[in-house]
């Protein structure tokens, strides 16, 4: 009797309410279909990314150096274990002419860590330039692009020009956030994209990058903690590989700046010596005039009293 009086209740108040209970039924089902997509899309994304990584080769471990990667560093880091491959290349911040954004241009890589092109080419030649395709809107295949480049502390710049013709867009599979890509000393402080160059393009006698891909990594899913573990355990290996290497680099640097300063004061020397053998090589030569004039003014002096003894 309860449970027939219930019902009649329940079926009373659906008859009622029939609009309250299709809504809820919608925002149920929509709450489902929410559910199942958030499912099913992590797995699509990571399928994507896995994709898009291995066929541009990512590398396991990236080393940059504010001093640059010199022979030694490299030796070093050749001698890591499990090191499937490693390439070595540069790069250098800079600023859009007209603008307070900062981009950074990479050297092009050979084989790990490439771009997809979305548009145009990859550069071939110095001059030309490939940009990250979020620049679409400000730029097009064929324009030109002014940069702006802060000089080291001996005057210099790294970069041997600051015109390029722009022949492509790309995508880099290094760059994980567009929202968040890093620090920058150009510009407003923060990067705001990228760019990629020929190794030509760059005037430095060190690399500026190591990208390195090792052999226990290859088929593991990015995401795992199997994959995040043998990433650590090599990057523990370089740090205490290279700890004392930013010391030597630093003595390095301070050594070869005290051996130009030391070229530029004996320059200054010679060009002072040279200078004073010039002078006296004037001063000789003028002597010289000067005696050639008196000997000159005698030899008139001398010809005018003969002649006028012959006259007598």
């Not at 050297?107 to 330039?129: C, M, N, Q, W």
């Not at 010679?270 to 003028?286: F, P």
Request: with cysteine; aromatic share 6%; charged share 30%.
């Amino acid at each position: 009797m309860v449970k027939r009086m219930l019902w009649k209740d329940i079926r009373q108040t659906l008859s009622k309410s029939k609009g309250r209970v299709v809504s809820i039924v919608c925002l149920m089902a929509l709450g489902s279909f929410a559910l199942v997509g958030l499912k099913v899309t992590g797995p699509d994304m990571q399928a994507t990314a896995a994709d898009f990584y291995g066929r541009n080769n990512l590398a396991d471990i990236t080393v940059v150096s504010n001093y640059g990667i010199s022979k030694d560093d490299e030796r070093i880091i050749g001698k890591a274990d499990g090191i499937k491959e490693v390439e070595y290349g540069y790069f250098k911040d800079v600023v859009i002419s007209g603008t307070d954004r900062s981009m950074r241009i990479y050297s092009k890589p050979d084989a790990v860590s490439t771009y997809d092109v979305t548009e145009g080419r990859l550069p071939k030649r110095t001059g030309e330039i490939a940009l990250d395709m979020k620049e679409r809107d400000r730029f097009a295949v064929g324009s030109t692009l002014n940069v702006t480049e802060k000089t080291d502390i001996a005057g210099g710049t790294v970069l041997r020009h600051h015109k390029f013709t722009v022949v492509g867009f790309v995508r880099a599979s290094e760059t994980l956030s567009c929202l968040n890509m890093g620090q920058s000393a150009a510009g407003g402080g923060e990067l705001k994209g990228y760019a990629v160059a020929v190794p030509g393009e760059f005037d430095s006698d060190v690399k500026m990058i190591a990208r390195a891909t090792y052999e226990d990594t290859e088929g593991l899913d990015y995401w795992s903690a199997e994959y995040r573990d043998a990433v650590q355990k090599h990057k523990d290996q370089l740090v205490t590989l290279l700890a004392n290497q930013p010391k030597a680099r630093e003595a390095t640097i301070r050594s070869q700046q005290r051996k130009k300063i030391d070229e530029a004061k004996d320059k200054v020397k010679t060009s002072k010596q040279q200078l004073a053998d010039a002078q006296r090589q004037l001063d000789d030569a003028k002597q010289q005039i000067d005696n050639a004039k008196d000997q000159l003014s005698e030899g008139s002096a001398e010809a005018v009293e003969e002649g006028s003894a012959a006259a007598a």
